[in-house]
């Protein structure tokens, strides 16, 4: 499992804060670019977090140093 991995799952976040980073990029260009984008990467990005966080509750082969606030 690739997930299983202490550092490949700290990157896992990182394609939904780009979307959200690029709909605050695209705002001054009006809200039906920025919209999307922004809900999109917000879905996703609640979606990584509920992942990790069962990963650390259901497995036991994270120890307390492999949470960190990174």
């Known amino acids: 499992?690739?997930?299983?991995?202490?550092?490949?799952?700290?990157?896992s976040p990182t394609f939904s804060?780009?979307?959200?980073?690029l709909s605050l990029a695209l705002l001054p260009f009006g809200m039906q670019a920025s919209?999307?984008?922004?809900?999109?990467?917000?879905?996703?990005?609640?979606?990584?977090?509920?992942f990790?966080?069962?990963l650390w509750t259901n497995y036991t082969?994270?120890?307390i140093q492999h949470s960190n606030p990174s």
Not at 17 to 21: E, G, K, P, R, T
Not at 35 to 50: D, E, S, V
């Open 1 to 11: 499992m690739a997930w299983a991995s202490n550092r490949n799952l700290r990157f």
């Open 17 to 21: 804060i780009s979307l959200i980073l």
């Open 35 to 50: 919209f999307p984008l922004w809900a999109i990467g917000t879905i996703f990005h609640l979606g990584f977090t509920l």
């Open 52 to 54: 990790v966080l069962s």
């Open 61 to 63: 082969t994270f120890d």
